[in-house]
C-alpha cells in the first residue's frame, strides 16, 4: 500500500531557487502532476524514481533526476528517502534541451542543494543567499548526465 504525499500548490515561485527537503516513508507516492517551473530531485538517501509519460528515471544516492517545467511526472519510493526538491524558474534553461535527466551530483554540488533547500522562501537575491543560488545553477549545468533510465518506447536508457 503506497503513501500518497502531495506536491506543494505553487503556481509561480517566490525566488529563482525554491527547495524543499523531506524525508519521505517506504512506499510514497506523488501522484502525476506537473510544474510551471523546473524541478531538481536529490536522493540524499534512499533511491528515488521519477516517472514520466515516456520513461522512467532512478536516483539511487549522490544522483538526482531533472524534470523540466511542464513535464507530467510522478515520484516514487520503495524504501524510505531523504529528498532535496529544487524548483527552479522555468526562465533559467540550465539544461538543453529541455528532457528528464539523470545527473551524478559531485561534493560541492551536493553541498549548494542542501544549503538551497534550507534557504528560507524569501531570501535576498540580491544577497549571498541569491548568489549561493546563481552558482548552484551554475554547478547544476555542469553535471555530467548518467544512464539510469528506461525508455520504453525505444527499449533503452536515455
Known amino acids: 500500500m503506497s503513501r500518497e504525499r502531495t506536491p506543494p500548490p505553487l503556481t509561480q515561485l517566490p525566488r529563482l531557487v525554491f527547495g524543499r527537503s ?6 510514497s507516492l506523488a501522484r502525476a502532476h506537473s510544474h510551471p517551473f523546473g524541478q531538481l530531485s536529490y536522493a540524499g538517501e534512499g533511491v528515488i524514481e521519477v516517472t514520466t509519460p515516456v520513461s522512467s528515471h532512478v536516483a539511487p544516492p549522490r544522483r538526482a533526476v531533472w524534470v523540466p517545467p511542464g513535464l507530467l511526472h510522478e515520484v516514487t ?7 532535496r526538491s529544487l524548483y527552479i524558474r522555468a526562465d533559467q534553461t540550465i539544461f538543453c534541451p529541455p528532457r528528464c535527466l539523470v545527473l551524478r551530483v559531485t561534493s560541492l554540488a551536493r553541498e549548494l542543494i542542501l544549503a538551497a533547500a534550507a534557504l528560507p522562501p524569501d531570501y535576498d537575491e540580491a544577497g549571498p543567499a541569491g548568489r549561493l543560488a546563481q552558482v548552484l545553477l551554475d554547478q547544476l549545468a555542469a553535471l555530467a548526465g548518467v544512464r539510469l533510465a528506461a525508455d520504453p518506447v525505444h527499449g533503452d536508457g536515455q
Do not use: K
Not at 22 to 27: C, G, S, T, V
Not at 77 to 83: D, E, G, K, S
Open 22 to 27: 523531506e524525508a519521505l516513508p517506504a512506499a
Open 77 to 83: 519510493t520503495t524504501r524510505p528517502a531523504a529528498m
